[in-house]
């Protein structure tokens, strides 16, 4: 069953981690795609690769998402190749862990503006297309199992998991006229580049293991899924929801 079938889906942070995974579902779902990262990189090309070899037809159009002109060229670019949006995923993002005393202005500012910013922007610009299609649309923005818990080296990251989330709750209030729905996906520790580094340490690693009750750290596909399910019809009367997708992690206290 593809879910996405002749839908054009725009997937910001596409080339690496959650963000290529679903990228290629999306594609093997039916969708053309359309992927935003920030360097134009090999990374990029074999993105490209994997969706064509899942069927589907793909374009980068690279970026950064913490300047609004990126979000209105991605979505111009992305229109003038296949005509419409259907499905905004919006999952760039960054962690740079950093302690709290002496997190750096500049770690701070970029974080925000990467994370938060660039979500509202991409979100913005894709729902303004939306609208004027006339015929819906589906938003879904990667926020965290962070949004509803802290990190004490997340000090400047967890604030914006948040923010996306409820960014998500108000849009769905602000774009429900227009059919468009608005929804979050909440990751637990997914293995990516972002937490290759802390995941690295051996004892944060087994310590983040032995959270979860099915025992192991996510993988990239296991968000690719549940993104396409809530971009699809079959969500069709979802909006304003957030999905935890963090195999028991945030309700194992004991
Ligand atoms: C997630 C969660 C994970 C961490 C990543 C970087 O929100 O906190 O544990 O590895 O962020």
Redo the contacts with the bound molecule.
Sequence with gaps: MQLLRDKVVLVTGGAAGIGRATAVAAARHGARVAINDLAGDAAVADCLAEIAAAGGEGIAICGDVALPRTAEQFISRAVDAFGRVDVMVSNAGI?PFHGFLDMPPETLERTMHVNLHGAYYMCQAAARQMAAQGDGGAIVAVS???ALVG?EF?TH?TPT?AGVHSLMQSAAIALGRYGIRCNSVL???IQTD??RD??ADRAKRRY?ETRIPLGRLGQPDDIAGPIVFIASDLAAYVTGAALLVDGGMFVNLQ
Excluded: A, E, H, V
Aim: proline content about 6%; glycine content about 12%; charged content about 10%.
């Design positions: 962690c965290s199992i962070s990190g997340q990251y998991k990751p637990g520790t972002i937490n802390d995941l983040m």
